[in-house]
């Protein structure tokens, strides 16, 4: 099996353990905030990186990259672990999980348009053109959705705007940190090494998003619904899956798959996985446009993922 077919698996592995952690999360959204949701999911996550590198023997530090490649990935990690991160979470109390997970299957148009700036050779053949613009269907059909019973419009589209604007952040965070990927991988795969990536890219997401939460004027009040073990264990168990499993898996199919915007697309299968488990668990609708959707978003990953 090639480097490509492994990032595949990789992406969709990572999707999958990304809506778990997703249909965990939204319940906690509507009693702790995602100030203080985010910088615990960091700390948990980067704490069992730290622990499993420990018990695996992997190097607590590489001292490989250039100065400016650490500062690469602590800008991606800036953006995407603490900025998109917060926004996403708060986005996901707005609008509900299915409808943020619909939304994120634009993330590949800003993915492709971030690795046409940034990254050489990012052209995309017919077949995965073709599959791109099924993707994005999905978000095309969802705001044309009539919902006004369910949700307010203004409210709606507030939310939508949040979700975009985690998108760019964390899209630009991961097309920026592939070039770091491009040239640790240039001479073979190595997982470890880009496991340690994925941890130390961690770090400035559970230091910020503390400074952040420490300069909330009412803290206190915050911690409270923490306290309590039906808001507390989801948190744990998600921070687990979350920036611990989905993020490694996240990184490696990033790692391993040429093209971002290809993986990207592979990524985009988590709404599937998103819709059906919110409609399960946490009662969400499903209707037959978001049906629609998650069938436009599974046929673009196989057209884009199969014509590599």
Same mark, same amino acid.
């Given at each position: ?18 809506? #778990? ?5 939204k319940p906690i959204s ?13 700390? #948990? ?53 299915? +409808? ?33 613009? #099924? ?21 709606? +589209? ?19 940190? *592939? ?21 130390? +890219? ?26 309590? *073990? ?10 687990i899956i979350g920036p ?40 969400? *609708?499903?209707?037959?446009? +978001? ?18």
């Open positions: 099996m090639t480097e490509h077919y492994y990032g595949i698996l990789f992406a969709i592995s990572a999707s999958i353990l990304w809506s #778990i952690t997703v249909t965990l999360i509507n009693n702790v905030s995602p100030f203080l949701i985010n910088p615990i999911k960091n700390t #948990i996550g980067l704490l069992l990186f730290f622990i499993s590198f420990i018990i695996f023997d992997i190097s607590l530090w590489y001292d490989g990259l250039a100065k400016e490649q650490y500062m690469i990935v602590l800008f991606s990690g800036a953006l995407g672990m603490f900025l998109g991160d917060t926004i996403f979470i708060y986005a996901l109390n707005k609008i509900g999980a299915n +409808r943020v997970a619909i939304v994120d299957a634009f993330s590949p148009i800003i993915i492709f348009s971030y690795s046409f700036l940034l990254l050489p050779n990012q052209a995309l053949n017919e077949m995965q053109i073709i599959g791109f613009i #099924i993707t994005i269907l999905g978000l095309l059909i969802l705001t044309y959705e009539n919902d006004y019973k369910d949700i307010n419009y203004k409210v709606k +589209r507030f939310g939508i705007l949040l979700v975009l604007s985690a998108m760019m952040c964390t899209g630009f965070g991961i097309v920026y940190l *592939k070039k770091v990927l491009n040239v640790i991988n240039e001479t073979g795969y190595d997982i470890q090494l880009n496991l340690w990536i994925t941890a130390f +890219r961690l770090i400035p997401g559970v230091i910020l998003s503390w400074l952040l939460f420490i300069f909330q004027k009412n803290k206190i009040q915050l911690i409270k619904p923490i306290k309590n *073990k039906t808001n507390f264990i989801p948190l744990l168990i998600a921070s611990f499993l989905a993020l490694g898996f996240w990184i490696l199919g990033y790692a391993f798959i040429a093209k971002p915007s290809v993986a990207s697309i592979i990524s985009q299968t988590s709404v599937i996985f998103i819709v059906l488990l919110s409609w399960f668990f946490l009662k969400e *609708k499903i209707t037959f446009l +978001r049906i629609l959707s998650m069938i436009c978003v599974f046929l673009g990953v196989i057209l884009t993922a199969l014509n590599n």
